[in-house]
């Protein structure tokens, strides 16, 4: 049973317009969550991440929201370019576990010029 | 450029042989991990290590041990390998907390 559930599985946008991923999570004694991105060809790189204790935080054309009462998150990615073309990876962890990351299934952004 | 190094990007192997997947990193760090990629699964950490000779399970070390004899080398080993351990396998090192590097990974395939 997965822990972190993301979606779409696959998204496609045109330039220019906002990328949007949405993940959930079950356990609430998760407290940190990372976003990875991933070229194809290549390994997943950290990209962004943030703590509960914040709902939002941006970092140039990428942003996470965060709500904890629902226990959702989601990465927004404005103004979408064709470089953003990869696979992108929503993640959790719990700092007294240690260094064990939950990662959701992966969704596959194809920006179209 | 900081590197995380895998040995091989793509293995095929028979089923019951015994496999070495290799990782070097050039960063001094002390935490190195072990990750198999599946579609629609995401990545699963299977082993990591925080320091020299020691070492954590993850969430799916079956069929799996491995050796962290140096800092910079972390090899993951499958005793013997089965088909269904066929998979994009990624191996990431931090110096502390989770990992934010990872190497380009090995595509294993077991025949």
């Known amino acids: 049973q997965q822990q972190v559930k993301q979606s779409p599985q696959s998204l496609i946008v045109q330039k220019g317009g906002i990328s949007i991923i949405n993940c959930a999570y079950e356990n609430t004694a998760f407290d940190y969550f990372p976003w990875y991105q991933q070229f194809p060809g290549k390994g997943p790189a950290l990209l962004i991440a943030?703590?509960?204790?914040?709902s939002e935080k941006k970092e140039g054309r990428f942003t996470i929201s965060f709500n904890k009462s629902a226990k959702q998150f989601s990465l927004h990615i404005m103004d979408s370019q064709p470089g953003d073309s990869a696979t992108y990876f929503c993640a959790a962890s719990k700092r007294a576990a240690g260094n064990m990351l939950t990662f959701g299934g992966g969704t596959r952004l194809m920006v179209k010029p | 450029d900081v590197k995380v190094t895998q040995s091989s990007r793509y293995l095929v192997k028979r089923t019951g042989e015994k496999v070495f997947l290799e990782c070097v990193q050039d960063m001094d760090h002390e935490n190195m991990f072990w990750y198999r990629q599946d579609p629609g699964l995401g990545l699963r950490l299977i082993y990591f290590?925080?320091?020299?000779?020691?070492?954590e399970k993850g969430d799916i070390p079956e069929g799996y041990s491995v050796s962290r004899e140096k800092k910079e080398r972390f090899s993951l080993i499958l005793e013997s390998a089965s088909t269904n351990q066929t998979s994009m396998y990624l191996c990431a090192s931090s110096s502390r907390g989770l990992p934010g590097r990872f190497g380009a990974g090995t595509r294993l395939s077991v025949l």
């Open positions: 290590s925080y320091d020299v000779k020691m070492k």
């Open positions: 943030i703590r509960p204790d914040v």
